[in-house]
């Protein structure tokens, strides 16, 4: 789109700036309310291009429509990005920098020169020379992950807002807290969303979608040992913390573990261990492709629990499993169309499509199962979650033009 004046780059450079993690102890939704202020500034954004129907909802979800022009029935599609950052890397006081003119050099951030984003390992880098890069300053994340898809959404609003003559159909957006802790779309109205198919705008590479992601669920294991004053423990004593210590000590070691698996495989991997040497609890993600795969890694800790528990006559331990998202392959199936027509937007964008499959979870894995078939899109986000979180102007603008053409697609193929 040559003669459009992009907005992208300036749309991420504030909403970067304002603090939106999310709080996976919290009981509250939003888990904080900060991120309530990230929306209020969408929604007054979105009613300045002429969105009128925008608004922020009592749970932090900004729901809008763009209308349509078209006189054909053009199925509504829905285009989603969340608005919290992850609470894995500080995301308070975040300093964005633009690189401009990457020439393949290592890259320095500037608070913390020990934070250095080298080519060697972030081999996606050599796909951007001549082009401009945006990092944080070294002490947080940068918050590509999903600002980067807010801004694309954004764009490609005002994009169709000042050229009225693209016909398209409704076009609904939603704006969601809570993604990174797992809880993005708990309390999404989808009859209020009103749309057929969905996109999350949320994945990495330029000209990527991802149609496939793992299931998920999580694990709890519950140690009961057996306390007693540590002066007489002698033949009594069974330590909850100490079993459990067992129980991670026999996880396997060259596999089943996010550091030992890639592509289609799963794993089962421990994420905290709390107690006292009465009661301790051992917290667990299981992650596979099929539900098989998941039933197998359940049924393999149930195995452990049940040898170390074995040595520990008077302690007992329970082992809960809880669904958390499932493949949302299995839906997308159905509906063809959904992933061909992104496809032909990012052919349409100057890109080759490549599908891929992620090693993790999206809203639109949920909203899928909710009635809303949603595969995701490339933002270009790049080091998720940490210090060396990278984006490029000329990807989200690639993104932007995607997702213009898809919205194209749509009304063209109705």
């Not at 780059?9 to 939003?30: A, G």
């Not at 802790?181 to 749309?195: P, T």
């Not at 998920?216 to 913390?241: R, T, W, Y």
Request: aromatic share 8%; with cysteine; charged share 25%.
């Amino acid at each position: 789109m040559k003669d459009y004046q992009y907005s992208v780059l300036d749309r991420f450079l504030h909403y970067v700036t304002i603090d939106t993690q999310s709080d996976p102890e919290s009981t509250s939704f939003p888990s904080t309310e900060k991120q309530k202020n990230l929306g209020k500034i969408l929604v007054e954004e979105l009613i300045s291009l002429g969105i009128t129907d925008a608004h922020l909802d009592e749970y932090g979800y900004v729901y809008a429509t763009l209308p349509g022009n078209s006189t054909k029935k053009v199925p509504t599609i829905c285009l989603c990005s969340h608005m919290d950052t992850s609470p894995d890397a500080d995301g308070k006081n975040v300093k964005p920098l633009v690189h401009s003119n990457y020439q393949g050099q290592d890259l320095v951030l500037p608070d913390d020169p020990n934070q250095v984003i080298r080519l060697s390992e972030h081999p996606n880098l050599g796909e951007q020379i001549g082009n401009d890069i945006v990092t944080a300053s070294g002490t947080t994340l940068l918050g590509a992950d999903n600002k980067a898809g807010l801004a694309e959404i954004m764009d490609a609003v005002q994009y169709f807002m000042s050229h009225p003559d693209e016909l398209h159909g409704d076009v609904r957006i939603l704006f969601t807290p809570d993604e990174e802790i797992g809880h993005g779309v708990d309390h999404v109205d989808i009859k209020k969303l009103g749309a057929d198919f969905g996109y999350t705008i949320d994945g990495e590479k330029r000209g990527t979608m991802e149609d496939e992601t793992f299931s998920a669920d999580a694990a709890s294991v519950i140690i009961h040992g057996v306390i007693i004053h540590p002066g007489f423990a002698k033949g009594k004593l069974e330590n909850a913390l100490k079993i459990g210590g067992e129980i991670l000590a026999e996880l396997p070691k060259g596999r089943l573990s996010p550091e030992t698996t890639s592509g289609k495989e799963g794993f089962l991997h421990p994420t905290s261990f709390n107690g006292l040497a009465e009661k301790a609890e051992i917290k667990f993600i299981v992650r596979d492709f099929t539900e098989e795969g998941l039933k197998s890694k359940e049924a393999e800790l149930q195995r452990i629990v049940d040898k170390v528990l074995a040595r520990y006559p008077n302690s007992t331990a329970t082992v809960t499993f809880t669904e958390q998202y499932r493949n949302m392959k299995v839906i997308l199936d159905q509906y063809p169309e959904v992933v061909e027509n992104v496809e032909e937007a990012i052919r349409r964008a100057g890109m080759v499509p490549e599908k891929r499959s992620i090693r993790g979870g999206t809203d639109g894995s949920r909203l899928s199962f909710m009635g809303l078939p949603c595969p995701n899109i490339f933002a270009g986000e790049h080091a998720f979650h940490s210090k060396h979180e990278w984006v490029t102007v000329q990807d989200m603008q690639k993104a932007v033009d995607t997702i213009i053409q898809l919205v194209k697609v749509w009304e063209e193929r109705a």
